[in-house]
């Protein structure tokens, strides 16, 4: 067999594999930082075939901090979350929203440890395109990057549960937008105050993310992954 087919070969098998223990709260940092970077060089790869010159790929690690997830344009880096390492008021913040830890922790990691990693490479993909971030357009660019992307590997069991839960959680989610003011321009308006308010921050930026999936998921408009970063990239 040729060594390049051998390679490639390989390399599905063990992003196969990957998916498998993906969208679940890990408890091996070295198995999270180990799948983390196979869901993420597909990801890349399947880009690459879509938009020329895509260069200077990020790296994808493990580093826990109160923002959970999230893509650092200084370094470069995507960085995951490990639950054992979440600060306290982040894990009580799951409990709280779907009523119990157990339910809490699984929805984490189906979000977490799941769901948002190619999120936060549509956040690289922002950067390629203009430059910026930092507004509620940028979170649904992102958002809708990791749907359609999610779907092109076949996990609509996994966002299907996602949204299910997200439906109930959001029955009873308190509004943090002020009553006749637009959800978008409230967002994009105090992104960087959303940020920086360490006492309300996950209950105010979960709203929106949240929010956004159901959205997205329940657009039928949407056409697939590559057709989408096509359209994006030739504006």
């Known amino acids: 067999m040729n060594k390049k087919i051998v390679l490639i070969f390989l390399f599905l098998s063990s992003f196969a594999f990957s998916q498998k223990n993906w ?40 580093n826990t ?28 913040y799951f409990e709280k929203i779907t009523g119990n830890s157990k339910d809490g922790k699984k929805l984490y990691g189906l979000m977490f440890n799941g769901f948002y990693l190619p999120h936060e490479l549509g956040h690289w993909l922002t950067v390629k395109k203009s430059g910026n971030l930092g507004s509620y357009q940028d979170e649904y660019f992102a958002n809708t990057v990791a749907m359609l992307w999610w779907k092109k590997q076949g996990k609509s069991k996994e966002l299907k549960s996602i949204y299910k839960t997200l439906k109930k959680v959001m029955k009873t989610y308190p509004n943090p937008v002020p009553k006749g003011e637009n959800v978008e321009k409230y967002y994009t308006e105090n992104y960087v105050k959303i940020m920086q308010d360490q006492e309300n921050f996950a209950m105010i930026y979960g709203f929106m993310q949240f929010s956004q999936f159901i959205k997205i998921y329940e657009d039928h408009s949407l056409p697939d992954f590559d057709t989408f970063l096509q359209k994006e990239f030739k504006k």
Request: no cysteine; aromatic share 10%.
């Open 23 to 62: 969208f679940k709260a890990y408890t091996d940092k070295d198995a999270l930082a180990k799948d983390g970077v196979e869901v993420g060089n597909q990801f890349i790869a399947d880009a690459k075939k879509i938009i020329p010159n895509l260069k200077n790929e990020p790296q994808i690690i493990v």
């Open 65 to 92: 901090t109160p923002f959970l997830i999230y893509y650092d344009g200084e370094k470069n880096t995507v960085n995951l979350p490990l639950w054992s390492e979440v600060i306290p008021e982040n894990q009580q």
